[in-house]
């Protein structure tokens, strides 16, 4: 059974950094893109970061680049999105979640973890 | 990828088909996702017409030109959720379905 579990989320001042985690089992980690989506409470999704099975491709959302950084450890199974100078529209729900392809991934998420709130607030 | 349109709401009465859309996508990388309220997002339709090992048949996808849409037939009570399309990881607003 595939299972995703985030952690590290968290109430943070603004400007200051996070870093997430999601520890993968069930799947040959190694084989797959993996992916970073938010979702403010009660809005809609917004894909955040992915990367490639490598770690040779990884792209980003507009409204991250340049602070966050997505990093993974194939060994240790496990996904990471370092977030930087966080801001208060960064509130939201972080999911990781599992692309069907390896390589560089198509975008299709067939597996989701249950999230972790990351709260930016003074 | 540009933005995906979706309707904010349909709703439907049991046993009945309602179709929602997708508008801005011409690619046949389009997925579509359920959520359950309070659940994370679950994959139901990749492709465009492809159902996942394990998603009811009463699902289904397809699209002509730049319009995607997901149709599902035989509405239950347990379909109430929001569903939102995606293509290159750009997602739809999202539907909210309620079965009336």
């Known amino acids: 059974e595939v299972q995703l579990v985030e952690s590290g989320g968290g109430l943070v001042q603004p400007g200051r950094s996070l870093r997430l985690s999601c520890a993968a089992s069930?799947?040959?980690?190694?084989?797959?893109?993996m992916h970073w989506v938010r979702q403010v409470p009660g809005k809609g999704l917004e894909w955040v970061s992915s990367i490639s099975w490598n770690s040779v491709s990884i792209g980003y959302a507009d409204s991250v680049k340049g602070r966050f950084t997505i990093s993974r450890d194939n060994a240790k199974k496990s996904l990471y999105l370092r977030m930087n100078s966080l801001r208060p529209e960064d509130t939201a729900l972080y999911y990781c979640?599992?692309?069907?392809?390896?390589?560089?991934?198509?975008?299709?998420?067939?597996?989701w973890g249950q999230g972790t709130l990351v709260t930016v607030s003074s | 990828q540009s933005a995906l349109t979706q309707p904010a709401s349909v709703s439907g009465s049991p046993g009945q088909s309602i179709t929602i859309s997708c508008t801005g996508t011409s690619s046949d990388l389009v997925s579509w996702y359920q959520q359950l309220p309070g659940k994370a997002p679950k994959l139901m339709i990749y492709e465009v017409t492809k159902r996942p090992s394990g998603v009811s048949n009463r699902f289904s996808g397809s699209k002509s030109g730049n319009t995607a849409s997901l149709t599902i037939s035989g509405l239950q009570a347990e379909d109430e959720a929001d569903y939102y399309c995606c293509s290159y990881g750009v997602f739809g607003g999202g539907t909210k379905l309620t079965v009336l």
């Open positions: 979640a599992k692309d069907r392809e390896s390589g560089g991934g198509d975008y299709i998420f067939d597996y």
């Open positions: 069930g799947f040959t980690f190694n084989d797959y893109a």
